[in-house]
């Protein structure tokens, strides 16, 4: 699991800005009083969240993939299967 940003409480949202500024990729971003979140341009950097001094937003946990184990003979090996196009993408350019 992953704790990805989702959008933004706007009951909480003081529109400081800080967030939409910080966001390298644009995901954040402030009409007027309205404030947009895209989920699809989120790189799950998580900075949105380190700057807002109101915990604004709005995070919830994203499966990213699937541990798994295996034996053969005496060895044991461990992995994980990744989801496809899931997860956080490279947070800078």
Do not use: Q, W
């Not at 309205?34 to 969240?49: A, E, Q, R, T």
């Not at 700057?51 to 990213?64: G, L, N, R």
């Amino acid at each position: 699991m992953l704790s990805s940003p989702v959008g933004v409480d706007e009951n909480k949202c003081i529109r400081y800005r800080k967030c939409a500024e910080v966001c390298t990729y644009n995901a954040i971003a402030f009409l007027k009083e309205k404030v947009l979140f895209f989920n699809d341009l989120c790189h799950v950097c998580g900075d949105c969240k380190i700057v807002c001094p109101t915990d604004a937003i709005i995070e919830k946990d994203k499966k990213i993939g699937t541990l798994k184990h295996g034996k053969s003979g005496e060895i044991d090996f461990h992995y994980a299967l990744l989801e496809t196009a899931e997860g956080g993408m490279s947070s800078r350019p």
